[in-house]
C-alpha cells in the first residue's frame, strides 16, 4: 500500500496577500477546502468511501471515525482517509496509480480553482507489517521539504508579457473584472478566485452557527460588520492559535501513548488515535468559538447578527474581525472555552485529548488536563488597513505565547493560556517592538554589569487560565500579576463610583498618575501617595482586607501588590538584571473595553 500527504503551503502568504478583506476570506476557505472537499471528493471519484464530504461538518466527523464508511485500509479498504483536515490530508491507498492519480487530481483542481495557492503531494510505499507509520510520516514530511525550493514560485504562474492591466489588489496582471459594490475593477486569476470563494466560507461558518442552536447569524462582510457598530467606532482583529500543537504532531506516537505488541498493531493505534486528535481539536476549536459568541449582548433587530465576521477557522486558528468593545472579552472567553473543551472534549475524543493534554506537561496519571492557546488582539479605527491591523494582532499573539515558556513545572511547560492586547490610539506606530521599546526604560542599556533596573511600562501579556490551575507551577512570581482577572478588576477600580456617583478616581487623577509613569518612574509612587491623600474617596489601606481573608477591595486592586502603595512590582530578573513592571497603564488603556465586563 501507499502514504499519501497532501498539503498546502505559505498559506498566511496567500490568505493575506492582499488588503482586500473579502479576498482574505475567499482564500481560507480555498485553503480549508484543499484539505477537505478536494480530497474527499477526489476519494469518492477513484472508488474509495463515498458520502464523506457533508456541508455540516460535524457529519464529516462523524464519518471519517465510522469504520462501516472509512474502512480500514488492511481489512479490504480501498482508500483510508487519517486526516482531512484545512490544508492538509493523509490517506492511505492500496494501490499506486490509485495513489498518484488522487494527487494529480486534488493539485490539478488546486490549479484551476485555487490559482495562486501551493499545493504539494508525496507518495510513498508502506507496508503495514514492517514500517512505522510515524516514522514514514517524517520522512516523507522531510522530502517533500528538501524538494519545495527545486520548484517555481506561484508567481511565476503569471507571465508579465505580454503586457496585461495590473489587478488592483494583488498587482497580478489582469484576467478579467469583478464588480465589487457597483466599482467594475480588473482583477487576477487568484483574487477572482478569492472574490468567488468567500461566499462559501461565510455560508459555512452561517452553517456552523445555526448548528449550534444560535438564534443569530454572521455578518455577510466588513461593510455589514461596520454598520453594527452604532455607537463606537472601534474595530479588532483578533487571532488565537494553539500552544506546542507543532511539537505534539512531531511527538505524537509518544504524546498519544500509541502501544501494540506487533508492528500492525501499533500502526493501527497510531493511526486511529492521530484521525481522532485531529478532528478532536477541530471540534473543539469551533465549540470554543461558539461558546465565545455569547459575550455579544443581544440587539433587538429585525435579523439579530453577530458582530463579529470570522476570517480563518481551521485546526487550532482562529482569526475574526468583530466590535472593538467586546474584542478583549470574546478573547478571553475563546481562550476559556478552548481550555474548557480540551480538557472534557466529550464522546470519541475525550480520550485522546486528555492523553495528549497530560504526556506534553507530564501530569499526574489520574488527572485531566487542558491544551492551552495563546491570542492577539490588535484594537483599531474603523477603515484601518486591515492587513496592518492582522500583522500587530500576529506580533501580540507571538507575544502572548512567550508566557509557555515563563509557567512551567519542573522545567516543562505548563498548559497556560495568555492573551496580549494593543489599542492603536495612534495610527502611525502599529510594530509592536516599536511600541514596546517606547513603553521601557533601561537606563543600564549599554553598561557592563549594571545593576540600574529595567522598567517597563506594562505587564502583557496576561494569563487567562484560571489561577488554581496554575498553582501546579514553580514559576508563580511571574504569573501572578499577570492573571487576566486582576485586569479586569483593575479597571472596576478606576470605574469605581462613589455616593454621588461620579468616580472615586477622577479622569485627571488618572492621567496625573500615567505622566508620572514617563518622564521619571521613581516620581510616580510620589505622586500616587499625594492622590491618595487628596482623594479621600479612594479608602485605600496600606494593609487591606486580605489580612482577614477575604481580598482585597477598593482602591487597592488597582496596585500590583495590594499592601504597599506603589504602582510598581519587581519582576523575573533577567540578564542578572533587576525588572519592574506596572500594570497601571494596561488597566488604562483597557477601561472602554473592559467597563461593562
Known sequence: MYLVQIETTGNQPYIFATNRLRENVGASELTWQVGTTFVLDAISELGGPRGLCDERREETRKALVDEARNPRIETGGRIEVVVATSGKAILLVREGDVARELVSRVTARALDEAPGLTVFGMVRAFDFDRDDFGRTSQELQLEAESERWRYESTALRYPQVPIAARCRTSGLPAQGTVSDQGDERACSASAYAKHCAASAFIERMRLLVRQDRHKRAVPRNVGDLEKMNDSSNWLAVVHADGNGLGDVFLHFADRAGVTGKSRRERNRDHIDKLRLFSLGLEACTEAAFLDALRVFPEKKTRKPVYPVLPLVLGGDDLTVMCDGLYALVFAAAYLDAFERHTRHAGGKYTGIMNQVARATCKGDR?????????????????????????????????????????????????????????????????????????????????????????????????????????????????????????????????????????????????????????????????????????????????????????????????????????????????DSRPVMVTPFPDALEAMEFLGGV
Open 366 to 574: 489520574e488527572g485531566t488536563y487542558p491544551l492551552a492557546a495563546s491570542a492577539g488582539v490588535a484594537i483599531i479605527k474603523a477603515h484601518y488597513p486591515f492587513h496592518a491591523a492582522y500583522d500587530l494582532a500576529e506580533a501580540l499573539t507571538a507575544s502572548a505565547k512567550k508566557a509557555k515558556e515563563r509557567v512551567t513545572r519542573n522545567g516543562v511547560p505548563w498548559p497556560c493560556s495568555s492573551l496580549d492586547f494593543h489599542v492603536l490610539f495612534d495610527n502611525a506606530h502599529a510594530d509592536l517592538d516599536g511600541i514596546r521599546a517606547r513603553a521601557t526604560i533601561d537606563r543600564g542599556a549599554g553598561v557592563p554589569a549594571s545593576k540600574e533596573p529595567i522598567i517597563r511600562l506594562y505587564a502583557k501579556p496576561y494569563v487567562v487560565s484560571p489561577a488554581e490551575h496554575l498553582e501546579a507551577c514553580d514559576t508563580g512570581d511571574w504569573w501572578s500579576i499577570r492573571v487576566w482577572e486582576s485586569l479586569v478588576s483593575r479597571v472596576s477600580a478606576l470605574l469605581e463610583k462613589g455616593d454621588g456617583g461620579r468616580r472615586k478616581l477622577p479622569s485627571s487623577q488618572m492621567h496625573f498618575l500615567r505622566e508620572a509613569l514617563y518622564p521619571d518612574p521613581g516620581k510616580a509612587d510620589g505622586r500616587l501617595q499625594f492622590v491618595l491623600d487628596h482623594c479621600k474617596d479612594l479608602e485605600f489601606d496600606a494593609y487591606p482586607k486580605s489580612r482577614k481573608g477575604e481580598g482585597p477591595s477598593g482602591f487597592a486592586l488597582l496596585l500590583p501588590n495590594p499592601s504597599v502603595a506603589s504602582l510598581f512590582v519587581e519582576d523575573v530578573s533577567e
